[in-house]
């Protein structure tokens, strides 16, 4: 009887063993590339196709946009962390050709377990790792939901009620402008609406890339008992689609 003890014994501590030195299930879940679809390199050139909607004057004005942005990593620096932070530099031309005019100044950062981006002074959280179907969180975690932005002069609440971003789509295929893309992950940023209020979010980015596709509908109206469109209907915000024509890589130094 002792013996047969002690046998129980010795197993139970292999068990305890085996199981503390066993690594959580999570860490080895979803896809391992995760920091391959957020590039950052100096001398890393996007340039997107940008075809926006903007509303305003109660909806009695209707403004019609496209035009092509590039965004060029131009620098970086190491922040307090110790991360390393990138400069991005955004220019807009029309499709018609034309130089570059510079509109703004962005940056990004990744480490081996988020992204980050800011656009105009407002920081996200965009990716977190490993990427993962389903897998949510706060992406505007560093400013307040009720934050007011202004839309063609108008101010509007244009991350009210966002709630959390969430991975879903997952190693999906996307053709874009005549591109095929591989590996491309979905992010919903916003998908919410009601009578008087529209606000959805989404982003697409494939491994090696970076963002490839961004779409977004910032919309209010007054029109509460309307059942027209939101495109019919609103009287403040825009909707706005935004897609990668090419890619340049710059040299890792």
Known sequence: MLNLQKIILFSFSLLILFVSCTPELEDYQGNLDGPKYFPLTVGNTWIY????????????????????????????????????????????????????????????????????????????????FPVTLNKTWEGNIFFPSDI??????????????????????????????????????????????????????????????GLVYKEMWILDTQKSESAASWEVKAEEGFIMKKSLVSFVEGEAK
């Open 49 to 128: 196709r940008v075809d926006s909607i903007v509303f305003d004057n109660q909806g009695l004005v209707i403004d019609s946009v496209s035009q092509f942005i590039k965004e060029t990593i131009t620098d970086k620096y190491t922040d307090e962390t110790g991360d390393d932070v990138f400069r991005i530099e955004r220019s807009t031309r029309g499709l018609d050709g034309g130089g570059w005019e510079v509109i703004s100044i962005w940056s990004a950062s990744k480490n081996d377990k988020v992204a980050y981006k800011t656009e105009n002074n407002l920081k996200f959280l965009k990716l977190t």
């Open 148 to 209: 007011v932005v202004r839309i063609a002069g108008e101010p509007i609440k244009m991350y009210q009620n966002w709630g959390k971003y969430k991975y879903s789509g997952v190693d999906e295929s996307l053709t874009l402008e005549g591109n095929v893309y591989q590996n491309v992950t979905t992010v919903l940023q916003a998908d919410v609406e009601n009578k008087i209020s529209k606000r959805f979010s989404i982003e697409k980015y494939a491994k090696d890339f």
